[in-house]
């Protein structure tokens, strides 16, 4: 099974709850994917994330088999779950959408570990608050 | 129900700021896409300047004129600091990618093996053996030349009453074709669960289930697989193939065979080698691109 790479598709879609709807049913029907089988494998996968915003990262071989894993939440969907908001602020300059206390961003911070290209914990909250000030939410201590 | 398609090809570190665009305006999300044509297996690595798709879908209705409209605008935006490939359209019909996918398989012709696709008919000619396949997960649907070559060395080699041992089974294809061809005993082997679970549906769709055993796990650690198979097949690729050469001989039967596939073909040397070190010496080759399949009898041991 000499795997050559055909493509990789990156989709963003709601944890256990998968359709073969767009995106996913068109991006990976032209690579020839069996689309059924991406759906069912992921929604069992991710059904105790419900709620959740899960990216797949899926690899298509030169054959249409594929192979696919499960990032952790995009950082604005867990920092819009903890200030309880449905999004960001528009103007996250003058108008905030809400606050975190600091303690919430370390937990962040440790679910994005191991997606993140951050050396330290300290690092990774720095790029968290980083996209929190970009949603207008400001951090507390 | 028709459904836009927008996609344009970017430069990677633009991929954040437009994915940010098309998920605010697109249905369901972005999905961004890299090209590939590379085999990690073969320390191949994706290349450096390697530009990402972007693919966003609209549902055509009233507001679709308005959602394409920010996202030119923000397209010509972003594309005043990097390039970008023009804005792409394209119509698609509710559910057009559902019969898409399909259409990639086709039914396979192989000696006296036919391949085909659970959902196409195909009534078999004397002397012909029909194995259905669902293309699934894992590898394996014969359209690729490693195992498009297999499976012309199994219509070759099989006859009936043979133990035959599949290591690396994937989609099973290899496991079903033997059992098809007339071997008493297949074993199937995979070390990844997805494979397993496409390979023990592909044996059961085409009601083998009494001549196959699919078990998770390779050679090398698995103490309870017994040895003496008249045939082996391993379509893996040319590493793994190099450091099990020992454990696949020592599975075969004196005068038993040997197909490995999976192999590059400028590494044929390499692996005849190692494989003739262990007292399987090579009866032929065969070659389709940039693939290589080795046939080998243990003639020692």
Redesign the interface.
């Known amino acids: 099974?000499?795997?050559?790479?055909?493509?990789?598709?990156?989709?963003?879609?709601p944890a256990g709850q998968a359709t073969?709807?767009?995106?996913?049913?068109?991006?990976?029907?032209?690579?020839?994917?069996?689309?059924m089988?991406?759906v069912k494998?992921y929604n069992a996968r991710t059904a105790n994330q419900v709620g959740m915003?899960i990216p797949a990262e899926i690899t298509?071989?030169?054959?249409?088999?594929?192979?696919f894993v499960t990032k952790t939440p995009p950082a604005s969907e867990l920092l819009r779950k903890a200030v309880g908001v449905d999004k960001g602020s528009a103007q996250a300059l003058h108008q905030k959408a809400g606050s975190i206390p600091r303690a919430a961003v370390r937990e962040i911070a440790q679910t994005k570990m191991k997606d993140l290209n951050a050396g330290s914990i300290e690092a990774a909250m720095h790029i968290i608050e980083g996209s929190a000030r970009s949603m207008g939410i400001e951090i507390v201590e | 129900m028709k459904?836009l398609?927008l996609s344009l090809r970017a430069p990677a570190e633009y991929v954040e700021p437009l994915s940010v665009i098309f998920?605010r305006h697109?249905?369901?999300?972005?999905?961004?896409?890299?090209?590939?044509?590379?085999?990690?297996?073969?320390d191949e690595t994706q290349p450096d300047d390697s530009t990402a798709i972007l693919?966003?879908?609209l549902p055509v209705n009233s507001t679709t004129a308005f959602r394409k409209e920010q996202i030119r605008v923000a397209v010509e935006l972003i594309s005043r600091l990097c390039s970008l490939s023009p804005l792409e359209e394209r119509v698609?019909e509710q559910?057009e990618?559902?019969e898409?996918?399909r259409?990639?398989?086709s039914v396979l012709h192989m000696g006296r093996i036919v391949v085909c696709p659970s959902w196409m008919e195909y009534t078999a000619k004397p002397g012909e053996v029909v194995i259905g396949m669902?293309?699934?997960?894992?590898?394996?649907?014969g359209?690729?030349p490693?195992?498009h070559m297999c499976l012309a060395e199994l219509d070759k080699l099989v006859t009936s009453g043979m133990k035959v041992l599949d290591v690396?089974t994937?989609?099973g294809i290899l496991t079903v074709a033997a059992a098809m061809l007339g071997a008493d005993y297949v074993l199937a082997l995979d070390i990844d669960p997805?494979a397993i679970k496409a390979a023990r549906a592909n044996v059961k769709a085409n009601s083998l289930q009494r001549v196959v055993k699919v078990q998770r796990g390779t050679i090398s650690s698995e103490s309870n697989v017994e040895g003496g198979f008249d045939l082996v097949v391993a379509?893996?690729?040319?590493k793994v193939i190099l450091g099990m050469a020992p454990t696949l001989v020592a599975q075969l039967a004196t005068r038993g065979t040997l197909i490995v596939s999976?192999?590059?073909a400028d590494r044929m040397g390499e692996v005849e080698r190692a494989l003739e070190a262990e007292g399987c010496t090579l009866l032929r080759m065969d070659r389709e691109g940039d693939?290589a399949v080795l046939v080998g009898s243990k003639t020692r041991g």
Do not use: C
């Open positions: 099974m000499a795997k050559k790479i055909r493509a990789i598709v990156k989709l963003q879609i073969p709807a767009p995106p996913v049913g068109p991006a990976l029907g032209q690579h020839g994917v069996n689309i089988a991406f494998e915003i298509v071989f030169e054959d249409r088999s594929f192979s | 459904w398609e998920q697109g249905y369901g999300g972005v999905a961004v896409e890299l090209v590939g044509g590379y085999n990690p297996d073969e693919r966003s879908y698609m559910g990618w559902m898409s996918w259409s990639h398989f669902d293309p699934g997960m894992a590898f394996g649907t359209h690729h490693t195992t690396g994937g989609s997805d379509n893996l690729y040319t999976g192999i590059m693939w």
